[in-house]
């Protein structure tokens, strides 16, 4: 995809000092803090920074859930992004160099004033996925782990057992968090969809697969969808 070709942003305001900004089928969000904004995920490309400005004038630090490409589109507007170590080689397999990150832990805070974010290790649909969590507010952002859609689970870094591991820790945390906020697809998701996805995992790892659907044309022939339990992961068998 070329710039021109680019789908726009497209920001929703979701609550005070909070956005979400769609794009095409894939979605980043904003908070506005006391002296800085934070913007979760970049998109596919295209001039994000500008938007971002039209909603904020605070300074905008940037972090990655995980390296997909479809959430690094526009990273390089920011400088230095917060990623987790356990993603840095997941970046540098997909792109041939080391990301511009700045290394952000399991339990470490994010606390913008309005806002306050715990880091969360999620792996699975990537190594280093990580997810944030705002107890007070009680919502949890989740990157691509969680979704109505079907969650890629096929090629290089996806780990099946990894992830069930990660629905498991998701559902431990569940009485903190009322509203899951996800990267694609409906939005926002009631913690009972994790539920679902450890059900399918689950059944998929002692292999009882669901009778497979086609994928996309543009994936490959031996992907398929794999849905149950109204969920669905995209998997190679
Ligand atoms: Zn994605």
């Known amino acids: 995809m070329n710039k021109q070709q680019l789908p726009p942003y497209e920001p929703v ?12 089928g894939v979605r980043c969000y904003l908070f506005e803090g006391e002296d800085m904004a934070l913007l979760v995920d970049a998109g596919f ?38 990623m987790h170590p356990a993603e840095y080689s997941y970046y540098h397999i997909r792109n041939g160099r080391q990301p511009d990150a700045i290394p952000l832990w399991e339990g470490d805070k994010i606390d913008i004033g309005s806002f306050c974010f715990e880091i969360v290790l999620i792996p699975g649909h990537t190594p280093g996925s990580i997810a944030l969590l705002e107890r007070e507010k009680r919502f949890i952002l989740t990157g691509d782990t969680v979704g109505k859609v079907p969650v890629y689970m096929f090629g290089t870094g996806r780990n099946l057992p990894a992830y069930l591991a ?8 569940a009485p903190a968090f009322d509203t ?11 913690p009972d969809i994790l539920d679902s996805l450890r059900l399918l995992a689950a059944e998929i790892l002692a292999d009882k697969w669901p009778v497979p659907q086609p994928a996309a044309p543009h994936m490959p022939e031996s992907v398929k969808v794999y849905s149950d339990h109204g969920v669905a992961f995209f998997l190679e068998k």
């Not at 990660?166 to 945390?173: A, E």
């Not at 899951?180 to 009631?190: C, D, S, V």
């Open 180 to 190: 899951i906020w996800p990267a694609h697809g409906k939005r926002p998701l009631a």
């Open 13 to 24: 305001k979701i609550d005070e000092k909070f956005w979400a900004i769609e794009q095409n």
């Open 45 to 82: 490309g295209g001039d994000l920074k500008a938007v971002c400005e039209k909603l904020t004038d605070k300074p905008i630090q940037l972090l990655i859930t995980h390296a997909d490409g479809d959430h690094m589109g526009a990273a390089s507007q920011f400088g230095p992004y917060y």
């Open 166 to 173: 990660t629905i498991g820790r998701l559902t431990d945390l």
